[in-house]
T-cell receptor, first 111, second 113 residues
Framework: EDQVTQSPEALRLQEGESSSLNCSYT??????LFWYRQDPGKGPEFLFT???AGEEKEKERLKATLTKKESFLHITAPKPEDSATYLC????????????FGKGTKLSVKP | KAGVTQTPRYLIKTRGQQVTLSCSPI?????VSWYQQTPGQGLQFLFE???????NKGNFPGRFSGRQFSNSRSEMNVSTLELGDSALYLC????????????FGQGTRLTVV
């Protein structure tokens, strides 16, 4: 069964304090791993897609990496506006269009 | 380019009633998926439509149904509402081209009382 586990559930950082979020997955035939950001009461906002182990993508203070078993979302020198829930999702070979989501990591960045 | 539009944004319904939610995907996107988000279960896949056909379905009871029209707009219906159906319902559209990422709407917040 395809499964995604994110850790930690919650993370509190001081502004400028870099850290990483983890996404561990088991999936049959990974077609893509996705990172989303979700603000309270809003829909998930697409951040990155990773397709194969070793791939990395960056956007402003965020960098996503992928191995065969997990993905990391590195946040460098975060700012309060980075506070949100970060969701990881996978699309496996057996699925047609549906994503399997983790429960998310709620990030709080204090000034 | 307009994003995914979901209507209404908020709904309050009584147990036993039925409800219909609407989703207009990004122009040119032909795949529409629906998800239910609750604090306890997170985001769970309901179903996916492509070219007016349901291609995939999650583990939800038959009270949850959907359809897609020729212009790719989609609706989902929940009949005989239960308190546990209170959730944020999210619609996502995908181009089904080289890029497989799904883009989400703002969601419809359904409260069942």
């Amino acid at each position: 069964e395809d499964q995604v586990t994110q850790s930690p559930e919650a993370l509190r950082l001081q502004e400028g304090e870099s850290s990483s979020l983890n996404c561990s997955y088991t999936v049959s035939g990974l077609r893509g791993l996705f990172w989303y950001r979700q603000d309270p009461g809003k829909g998930p906002e697409f951040l990155f897609t990773l397709y194969s182990a070793g791939e990395e993508k960056e956007k402003e203070r965020l960098k996503a990496t992928l191995t065969k078993k997990e993905s990391f979302l590195h946040i460098t020198a975060p700012k309060p506006e980075d506070s949100a829930t970060y969701l990881c999702a996978v699309q496996g070979g057996r699925s047609q269009g549906n994503l399997i989501f983790g429960k998310g990591t709620k990030l709080s960045v204090k000034p | 380019k307009a994003g995914v539009t979901q209507t209404p944004r908020y709904l309050i319904k009584t147990r036993g009633q039925q409800v219909t939610l609407s989703c207009s995907p990004i122009s040119g996107h032909r795949s529409v998926s629906w998800y239910q988000q609750t604090p306890g279960q997170g985001l769970q896949f309901l179903f996916e439509y492509f070219s007016e056909t349901q291609r995939n379905k999650g583990n939800f009871p038959g009270r949850f149904s959907g359809r897609q029209f020729s212009n790719s707009r989609s609706e989902m219906n929940v009949s005989t509402l239960e308190l546990g159906d209170s959730a944020l319902y999210l619609c996502a559209s995908t181009s089904m081209g080289l890029n497989t990422e799904a883009f989400f709407g703002q969601g419809t917040r359904l409260t069942v009382v």
